[in-house]
């Protein structure tokens, strides 16, 4: 039992280092051989792991053999674009405003009720509403609206907004993330003066359950018993 | 690319290739070996009627060592039960030597030096046995 513990944690360790060298995207993100290589994987890790007989290596190596063969297809993808139409296809466009491609749909092999069902997940329901829609390599569907269902921004509202700043979270769970300190430029003091400040003497850094800061000055606390709250134009963030 | 993955690539790589000529190394040698004490025995018992004998026990002996030896290093590399003959043929042949049973003796030394032939073709580097 005790070489299967220790196979399990080799292993585990072993794949989950191989999807790190990968990179990090998703199972719907992947192209075609990125989801097979990800199936053979998840199968060759499962062969040791079980049978005591079979080395750890016969598991290990064909998975480092993978992640070559990954790489090397991710590079050539790279560099030559039929190589990459090859192994990845390309996205074919299955509606365009003459209606629906039906010949396209047939070369997918999908159905009209598959297309409508993604249309739905992006929030078209009618195909009145679509100008052009593309099925992508990685098998996710694109949709561009036609002018009038597309929903209004601020540019073609003409509304003036102000660069928009992301929010960084300085503390989680009663931690002080450090290295988000240096990016938004404020020190472990600033954030006890401004508990002091803002909630009494009593308020300390491990009872914060979120606090993120914008580069606007934007505060957003939250503390582990209580609600959140919102504070504005604080300076010594800028 | 970040320099992570460029190193880890590079590493696997090289660690692949090592393997490769570990294993191939490891393989024949161990069995060369066996081949080789197989012989050494064949030669020694040829004209022998009576093969109790500290001469032959100790070559057995020898064979078993060399054998055990090898084996646990084969061992990480291919499947255990895949090469547990030659470790089963040893043991008769023992028995057989202590029995000075010299028919199966020999029938014995045979099953080895034919598994430790044969064990090369699925332990190295060969078109049968990547197809």
Known sequence: ?238 | MKIFSKVCLVLIFLFLVAMCIVEDYVASTALATVEDDCLRLEEMTANLDNIVTMEVALAVDTLEYNWTGNESKLCYLVNHKSIQEIGMEIAKLKVYQQENDVKEFRASLEAVKFYSHSYLHFMGASLHNVI
């Open chain 1, 1 to 238: 039992m005790l070489t299967i513990v220790l196979r399990a944690i080799i292993i585990y360790l072993v794949v989950l280092f191989v999807f790190r060298v990968m990179g990090k995207r998703q199972l719907g993100q992947m192209q075609p051989f990125e989801l097979v290589l990800t199936l053979i994987i998840a199968d060759l890790a499962t062969i040791p792991m079980a049978e005591i007989g079979v080395p750890v290596l016969h598991g290990i190596i064909p998975l480092l053999t993978l992640v070559i063969l990954h790489f090397l297809l991710t590079l050539l993808s790279r560099l030559s674009t039929k190589f990459s139409m090859i192994i990845s296809g390309k996205p074919v466009i299955v509606i365009n405003p003459k209606g629906i491609d039906y010949k396209a749909l047939k070369k997918l092999n999908i159905t009209i009720d598959d297309v409508f069902e993604a249309m739905r997940g992006l929030g078209y329901f009618s195909l009145d509403q679509v100008e052009y829609a593309i099925m992508e390599t990685n098998g996710k569907l694109s949709v561009m609206p036609k002018a009038e269902a597309a929903p209004a921004t601020n540019g073609a509202l003409k509304i003036k907004t102000e660069p928009a700043a992301i929010p960084v979270t300085i503390v989680s769970e009663g931690k002080l993330m450090k290295d988000n300190l240096v990016f938004a430029k404020v020190d472990e003091e600033f954030i006890q003066n401004f508990l002091k400040e803002k909630l009494g003497d009593k308020a300390k850094i491990k009872n914060v359950l979120v606090m993120t800061i914008d580069k606007n000055g934007l505060v957003y606390l939250q503390m582990k018993n209580g609600s959140k709250q919102v504070f504005e134009n604080v300076r010594e963030a800028a």
